[in-house]
């Protein structure tokens, strides 16, 4: 794999899902057509500094993939995309061990169930 295609991989993972495509297609189109036209200044094909220095002259993935995204401040535009990731993360990290032992103490120990949801003083 190239790194034109390793960068546009590592935007993508940065993008939202309805617009992923559509922006994708866009940048890479961008970046071939960028590319072409210095290997056509040039006569010859860039090596791979040469691309390298393109894709940095472009920035970071989660910087030019921030650029698509819509405008929230809350924590700030460069961090924002990091933060969503990281608490996707925790959540699922503490949602999905929460869930199985919640399952776990059901199946294995019915009698837990019906108290933990009962009122006190209920005859039931």
Excluded: C
């Excluded at 899902?17 to 922006?23: E, G, N, P, T, V």
């Amino acid at each position: 794999m190239d790194l034109v295609e390793r960068y546009l991989q590592a935007v993508q993972f940065w993008l939202p899902r309805r617009q992923k495509d559509d922006i994708i297609a866009e940048l890479s189109e961008d970046l071939h057509a960028q590319i072409e036209e210095k290997e056509a200044g040039l006569g010859r094909t860039l090596t791979e500094a040469a691309v390298e220095a393109i894709l940095r002259q472009r920035g970071r993935p989660v910087l030019v993939a921030n650029r698509f995204l819509p405008q929230e401040h809350l924590i700030g535009p460069v961090l924002f995309p990091i933060y969503l990731f990281v608490v996707k993360v925790v959540l699922l990290g503490y949602m999905i061990p929460w869930a199985l032992v919640w399952l776990g103490l059901m199946i294995y120990s019915p009698g837990i169930g019906p108290s933990i949801w009962r009122i006190p003083g209920s005859r039931r």
